[in-house]
């Protein structure tokens, strides 16, 4: 299938396999406490954003839940013009995935989640079936409007298709120049499966990198704004985490420049499966 072509504004949004439709940016609030997540959920919605990622695992799906409902209140803004996705924590089985799925929508004060994603695929084959098949059964329920996963390789993914159960919309993994797992992507792109970024910044350890200053310069941006124009135009979803109000705004400032084919096959080259975080794709 072909890879989806960058939108050209903040809340534009790209269609997924089930027909439903994701911002293509959005804010991560990964490692942020209850009163940093409130503010910087409420900034970001503020200056534009419609998508916010959390999960069971950050344990803010309250403040994420309370900002939205805040900035709808104050402004008028309907709840179908805001996207919010969170996680599963743990595989264990479906009564349990179930059970999680709830608390986590209680916690956030939702009746739906926009996208829910398992977290990983620890647990096995037969737990992460058992764990798929209760998605399935919640988006039938209405609780999810739709479900993908996270941090699933290649051979996780292969496990949908041999299975012929309903695919992930979104697969959302580490992503970057400096990380670009091809044949994950390759897999999800021939499948219709839209990749996510989690990492999109690379956590800034590679800011200072020629390649990246140097395109930075040439267009008169700074090296965040680079990094997430690149994961833009290859058509992934991106999800910039930052507590700083001016960087959320300057982050979300990628849509009046394109990066050249050029500069693209430059930083493409520069992948060295450089890990910022967590790395379970290979896991059993």
């Known amino acids: 299938m072909p890879v989806p072509q960058a939108v050209t504004s903040l809340a534009a949004r790209l269609k ?104 990983s695929a620890i647990g096995g084959p037969e737990v992460r079936k058992e764990v798929w098949k209760a998605l ?31 695919l992930p919309t979104v697969n959302q993994i580490d ?4 990380m670009r797992h091809p044949e994950i992507v390759k897999i999800c792109e021939d499948n219709g499966i839209l990749l996510e970024a989690w990492g999109p910044l690379a956590r800034a350890m590679r800011f200072n990198h020629s390649v990246v200053q140097s395109v930075a310069k040439k267009h008169g941006k700074d090296e965040a704004q680079i990094m997430l124009r690149w994961g833009l135009q290859h058509g992934f979803v991106i999800i910039p985490k930052s507590v700083s109000p001016k960087r959320i705004k300057s982050n979300s400032e990628i849509f009046d420049f394109e990066i050249s084919p050029e500069d693209m096959k430059e930083l493409d080259a520069l992948d060295e499966y450089l890990v910022t975080d967590w790395d379970v794709v290979d896991t059993e």
């Open 16 to 119: 997924m396999l089930d027909g439903q439709e994701i911002p293509q940016f959005g804010l991560g609030v990964y490692e942020m406490s209850d009163q940093e997540t409130y503010d910087c959920v409420k900034h970001a919605l503020e200056v534009g954003y419609r998508h916010i990622d959390t999960a069971e695992w950050y344990e803010n799906e309250e403040p994420c839940g309370r900002a939205i409902r805040d900035f709808m209140k104050e402004t008028g803004t309907h709840r179908s013009e805001i996207f919010l996705t969170s996680k599963l924590k743990h595989n264990r089985d479906y009564e349990l995935a179930m059970q999680d799925i709830r608390a986590s929508l209680k916690r956030a004060g939702e009746t739906y989640f926009d996208l829910y994603l398992m977290h």
């Open 175 to 178: 992503l970057h120049p400096f």
């Open 136 to 166: 399935c059964d919640a988006k039938e329920e209405g609780w999810l409007h739709s479900i993908g996963v996270s941090n699933f390789g290649a051979k996780h993914i292969q496990e949908f298709i041999d299975q012929k159960v309903p």
